[in-house]
């Protein structure tokens, strides 16, 4: 579990049947069976502070974890401290597959924001797997989407100049904020520093904060004291020469 900012909770706020993800157009709808399995499958949820550690590499986790609120990233570290951010999690996203299958965490998620998560025994599992095909697809999904997204954060650093680098990671965080309905009826609203893009775009800080001056200039995003604002997410995209997220329904677990 997570270490000493985050807090087990005695009983279910959301039990399965009333998630609060489950209306939200993205997500597929859940056959009666699945859903009854998935109710049994959760053990309860989890709330996590801002800044705690969810998951740590080289750990051993026996739970999953289904972000039902807040943010989150993944990241490696090299043995100088030197940072790697691989991607963020918002609600919907599954946390600790690698480790169900790799026996253990092979990077560390961090909490972006206070967070409330579900929690899952990674041992039940196999009994998704053997009865319940649709689901087993799901995970599956799930996991191919994650590869998907990685590849496309490897071409944007190897080939993408930097201001595109930048316009591409926050229209891709942008589009994902706004299907999960992150962004409410307001504008889009990212917790992240100067620091976590420096550190997911592989430039220096001072690099990062030219760079980010210029997406400003061409009034494409605003920064805040809490993060940073879209302004126009189609000016990002086109900047980076990005076509979106392209996604239909998708699976929520």
């Not at 039940?124 to 590849?151: C, F, K, Q, V």
């Not at 962004?183 to 001072?206: E, F």
Request: glycine share 10%.
């Amino acid at each position: 579990m997570p270490g000493q900012n985050g807090r087990a909770l005695s009983s279910r706020q959301h039990p399965c049947e009333n998630c609060p993800l489950r209306p939200l157009p993205i997500f597929r709808e859940f056959e009666k069976q699945e859903l009854a399995f998935i109710s049994t499958f959760k053990k309860g949820e989890l709330a996590v502070d801002k800044g705690a550690t969810v998951l740590v590499e080289g750990s051993h986790s026996a739970h999953l974890y289904t972000v039902l609120s807040g943010w989150a990233f993944r990241y490696k570290l090299l043995p100088d401290g030197r940072r790697q951010i691989l991607n963020y999690l918002m609600p919907g996203d599954l946390i600790g597959l690698q480790g169900s299958v790799m026996g253990e965490m092979q990077h560390s998620v961090e909490a972006l924001s206070s967070m409330l998560l579900c929690v899952f025994e990674r041992d039940s599992l196999h009994e998704l797997y053997r009865n319940h095909p649709g689901l087993a697809y799901d995970i599956t999904w799930i996991a191919s989407r994650e590869e998907r997204m990685l590849d496309e954060n490897l071409l944007s650093v190897g080939r993408r100049s930097a201001i595109e680098r930048a316009a591409y990671l926050i229209a891709f965080i942008g589009s994902r904020a706004k299907v999960v309905g992150l962004n409410g009826k307001q504008s889009i609203q990212i917790p992240i520093t100067q620091q976590h893009i420096a550190d997911t775009l592989g430039l220096s800080l001072v690099h990062t904060n030219k760079t980010i001056r210029k997406l400003m200039d061409r009034k494409l995003i605003l920064w805040r004291d809490g993060g940073c604002e879209v302004v126009d997410a189609e000016g990002l995209k086109q900047l980076a020469g990005w076509e979106g997220l392209g996604e239909g329904r998708r699976p929520l677990i």
